[in-house]
Nanobody, 120 residues
């Protein structure tokens, strides 16, 4: 499985961005998908997750501002980010679990990352 992320950029506080991730290869067994981010000098953290059946989970600080969604037919994952804040700055990574391959959590598949910078 390969994940290709795109959509990052530079935006002012209060603005919005939409991140995209396209999965290719042997995608038939992908279960949960997620967006993580890593700010400079900090550990990578979970931002939002969507399960195979569409249930969602968000980091508290992004609830009400970010929306994660997936299109299983197109093998895509989207993160709509509204009302962005400077603390949202970081490299955003898409992630996919494949339990059939024991690729779960940090051992799952990762995209290459896309930079999001929010200026104050």
């Amino acid at each position: 499985v390969q994940l290709q992320a795109s959509g990052g950029g530079l935006v002012q506080a209060g603005g919005f961005l939409r991140l995209f991730c396209v999965a290719s290869g042997n995608t038939g067994s992908i279960d949960d998908m997620a967006w993580f981010r890593q700010a400079p000098g900090k550990q990578r953290e979970l931002v939002a997750r969507v399960t195979g059946d569409g249930s969602t989970h968000y980091k508290d600080s992004v609830k009400g501002r970010f929306t994660i969604s997936r299109d299983n037919a197109k093998n895509t994952l989207t993160l709509q980010m509204n009302n962005l804040k400077p603390e949202d700055t970081g490299v955003y990574y898409c992630n996919a679990d494949d339990p059939s391959q024991l690729r779960i959590g940090p051992h799952g598949y990762w995209g290459q990352g896309t930079q999001v910078t929010v200026s104050s």
